[in-house]
C-alpha cells in the first residue's frame, strides 16, 4: 500500500460498562461495579500514556468515547481520562469530543459538568420513542427521559447533539417508527444515525426470538421503516451522508468519516480498534487480561493478522463506498498505485446494469437502491 494518509488522526476511547444490558446487545460490553471501574479507568490512564510515543507528533481533531455507557463513569473518571488525553497528545483547538450517553444516566449536573470538562458532541442512544418498543429492547429509560435528557443537554451549552435509532425491533411497527421519527425531528437534533437491527447470535434478543417468546417485524415491514426513514429524513433538513447517517449541514460525525475515509485513528481500551494509515489492529477483549496486561507494563494489543494487499483493497472499497460522496479514484490510486476501474471493469459493469452504482469521471457511488441493498454490491468486490 503506498501513499500513507498524512492527516490528522482520531482517538477512540471504550467505556465497556453499562448500567444494564440491552436484550440486542453484542458489543463488549457488562454491567460493573464501581471498584471495576475504577481498576478499569485507572488502567485505560497507564495504557493512554504509554502509547504516547507512537502517534505524539500527530495531530488528534477527534476524540470519541463510546462503549458501553460511557456516562455510567463517574464525571471525575471521565474528566481524569481526558486530562491525560490532553497532557499525551496534541488535541487540535477545534477537536470534536463526542460522548455517547443514555439518556437514563445523565442529570442536568453531570451533562453541565461534561460540558465543561470540554464534550462538545452529544450521542443520546434514544433507539425509540415508543415505551414498548424500548421495553421489549430491554433499555433502561423511557421515551420521557429521552426527551428530558435532550433538553438538558441544550440547556447545558451542547449546540451538537445525535440521536441513535433503531427499527426492526421487537414490537415496533411501520407506525410506530414514523411516530418515533416525528418526535425525534419534533425536538430538532443535529445528527440521526439509523440502524436496522441485525440479531446476533447468543444474545437475549436472538434466544427468546428463537424460542418463540419475541417477534420481530417481518422483513417487508422492516423494509417499509427503511423506506419511510430514508422519505422522511431529507424531507426534514437531514442530509444522509452515509449508509445509516443523517446530519444537518456541518454535522457529520467527524470521527465517523475517518472510519468510512480509511483515516488514520487511535483505540484505547477493551476491545479498542486502531488503524494506523496501513494496518489495522485490536485490543484484548478479555477484561481480565485487560488489567493484567497493563498492571504488568505488557502491551494489550492483539498480534495483527496478516493482511494482504487485495484485504486492504476489499476493506477500503466496503467503507468508502457507505459514504454518499463515494469512492475517489484519484484517492484510490495515491494509496494503492492502481486504477480502480481497470482492476473492476467487469464489476462495475454488473452494478451499473442493476442500476446499483453511478459512475463520474472522479467517484463510484451508490445509488440510493445501491444504499438498500448495499451488501449486494460489497459482495462484488470480495477478494
Known amino acids: 500500500?503506498?501513499?500513507?494518509?498524512?492527516?490528522?488522526?482520531?482517538i477512540y476511547v471504550h467505556i465497556p460498562f453499562c448500567q444494564a444490558k440491552c436484550s440486542y446487545c453484542a458489543f463488549v460490553s457488562q454491567v460493573g461495579n464501581e471498584q471495576l471501574q475504577q481498576e478499569?479507568?485507572?488502567?485505560?490512564?497507564?495504557?493512554?500514556?504509554?502509547?504516547?510515543?507512537?502517534?505524539?507528533a500527530h495531530s488528534v481533531d477527534s476524540l470519541f468515547f463510546g462503549g458501553g455507557t460511557p456516562t455510567?463513569?463517574?464525571?471525575?473518571a471521565l474528566a481524569l481520562i481526558l486530562q491525560t488525553i490532553r497532557q499525551t497528545f496534541s488535541l487540535a483547538p477545534d477537536a470534536e469530543i463526542s460522548i455517547e450517553a443514555n439518556p437514563g444516566t445523565v442529570t442536568a449536573?453531570?451533562?453541565?459538568?461534561?460540558?465543561?470538562?470540554?464534550?462538545?458532541?452529544?450521542?443520546?442512544?434514544?433507539?425509540?420513542?415508543?415505551d414498548r418498543v424500548l421495553a421489549a429492547a430491554g433499555r433502561i429509560h423511557r421515551a420521557e427521559d429521552a426527551e428530558t435528557a435532550f433538553g438538558l443537554a441544550r440547556q447545558a451549552g451542547f449546540d451538537n447533539i445525535g440521536f441513535d435509532l433503531m427499527y426492526g425491533l421487537p414490537q415496533q411497527t411501520e407506525a410506530s417508527w414514523q411516530s418515533t421519527l416525528e418526535h425525534a425531528i419534533m425536538l430538532n437534533p443535529d445528527h440521526l444515525s439509523a440502524y436496522g437491527l441485525k440479531l446476533e447470535d447468543g444474545t437475549p434478543l436472538a434466544v427468546a426470538v428463537e424460542n418463540g417468546r419475541e417477534i420481530l417485524p417481518s422483513e417487508a415491514d422492516e423494509e417499509a421503516m427503511y423506506d419511510k426513514l430514508n422519505d422522511f429524513l431529507p424531507m426534514a433538513g437531514f442530509e444522509r451522508y452515509e449508509v445509516a447517517n443523517y446530519a444537518k449541514p456541518g454535522r457529520q460525525c467527524r470521527h465517523n468519516l475517518k472510519y468510512w475515509r480509511s483515516l488514520p485513528f487511535r483505540g484505547f481500551g477493551l476491545a479498542a480498534h486502531s488503524f494506523d494509515g496501513t494496518q489495522r489492529f485490536a485490543n484484548t477483549d478479555n477484561l481480565t487480561e485487560y488489567l493484567q496486561r497493563i498492571a504488568a507494563g505488557q502491551s494489550v494489543v492483539l498480534p495483527p493478522e496478516e493482511t494482504d494487499e487485495a484485504t486492504l483493497i476489499a476493506e477500503y472499497t466496503f467503507t468508502a463506498l457507505r459514504l454518499a460522496t463515494g469512492l475517489s479514484y484519484d484517492d484510490f490510486r495515491q494509496r494503492f498505485d492502481r486504477d480502480f476501474r481497470q482492476i473492476y471493469a467487469a464489476e462495475l459493469q454488473r452494478l451499473l446494469q442493476k442500476k446499483l452504482?453511478?459512475?463520474?469521471?472522479?467517484?463510484?457511488?451508490?445509488?440510493?437502491?445501491?444504499m438498500k441493498f448495499g451488501n449486494r454490491v460489497f459482495a462484488e468486490f470480495l477478494p
Do not use: H, K
Not at 41 to 56: H, K, N, P, Q, Y
Not at 112 to 130: E, I
Open 40 to 56: 478499569y479507568v485507572a488502567a485505560l490512564c497507564r495504557e493512554i500514556t504509554a502509547a504516547g510515543g507512537d502517534f505524539s
Open 109 to 130: 449536573q453531570s451533562l453541565t459538568s461534561l460540558r465543561q470538562l470540554g464534550f462538545n458532541r452529544l450521542s443520546l442512544g434514544v433507539q425509540s420513542f415508543d
Open 72 to 76: 455510567v463513569l463517574q464525571t471525575d
Open 357 to 370: 452504482i453511478v459512475q463520474t469521471d472522479q467517484a463510484v457511488f451508490l445509488t440510493p437502491r445501491g
Open 1 to 10: 500500500m503506498t501513499g500513507l494518509v498524512d492527516a490528522a488522526w482520531g
